[in-house]
């Protein structure tokens, strides 16, 4: 995994994301209205968007100041338990980073990180969230698998979360009718995944 910290792939990450998001946010609301509340697609664009209208003054900072701003942002604007989850994720992350640097810090950040996502939702893997996509694409990134490959298990991974009963948040209640739907978190979480590395392979191919 490549650490960047410069300007322009800062705004180039916020940018890609975005359209990720933006490009996928009717699907997202799709998958969360079999099984929750209808908004994730709706609620992740409006947070990506509150991030994407600051992305001049976050550019300009470190990656690591970037990120718990940006951490910050999407706690304040996305609703739902996306906002806090995402939030916790990059806040976490910015803050391990500071003063690190490199592939194997970049792991133990991301480690960290995804673990106060599982406090925050009292969540473990199996659970059908977003965790389900985070910690497989925590283990390539330790294997030091490619870009490509990062892609590949995140999507794979939420698909997996098809065959899932939830156990947390609202599609919790629906005990075994949750199984049979993807969870919109996990899908999101790899459409995101999968735009970064794809921004990255395209700015420093190996």
Do not use: W
Not at 94 to 115: C, K, V
Not at 150 to 168: C, H, N, P, V, W
Request: net charge neutral; with cysteine.
């Amino acid at each position: 995994m490549v650490v960047l910290a410069n300007a322009a792939l800062i705004g180039g990450l916020i940018e890609v994301c975005r359209e990720a998001i933006a490009a996928n946010a009717d699907h997202l609301s799709e998958l969360d209205r079999a099984i929750g509340d209808g908004d994730h697609g709706i609620n992740m664009r409006r947070g990506l968007e509150a991030v994407y209208a600051e992305r001049s003054r976050l550019a300009e900072l470190a990656l690591p100041k970037a990120l718990e701003e940006i951490g910050f942002t999407l706690v304040m604007s996305v609703g739902g338990a996306a906002g806090p989850l995402y939030g916790t994720l990059l806040i976490a992350i910015g803050r391990q980073l500071d003063g690190a640097n490199g592939q194997h810090d970049f792991a133990r950040a991301l480690e960290h990180a995804i673990d106060a996502v599982a406090r925050r939702g009292r969540a473990s893997p199996g659970d059908k969230t977003l965790l389900d996509v985070l910690y497989p694409v925590h283990a390539e990134v330790v294997r030091r698998a490619g870009l490509a490959g990062i892609s590949e298990q995140a999507e794979r991974a939420a698909r997996l979360t098809f065959g899932m009963r939830a156990m947390r948040g609202r599609a919790a209640f629906l005990g075994d009718r949750s199984i049979g739907h993807v969870d919109p978190g996990a899908k999101s979480c790899a459409l995101m995944t999968a735009a970064i590395c794809r921004f990255l392979e395209e700015q420093c191919p190996a």
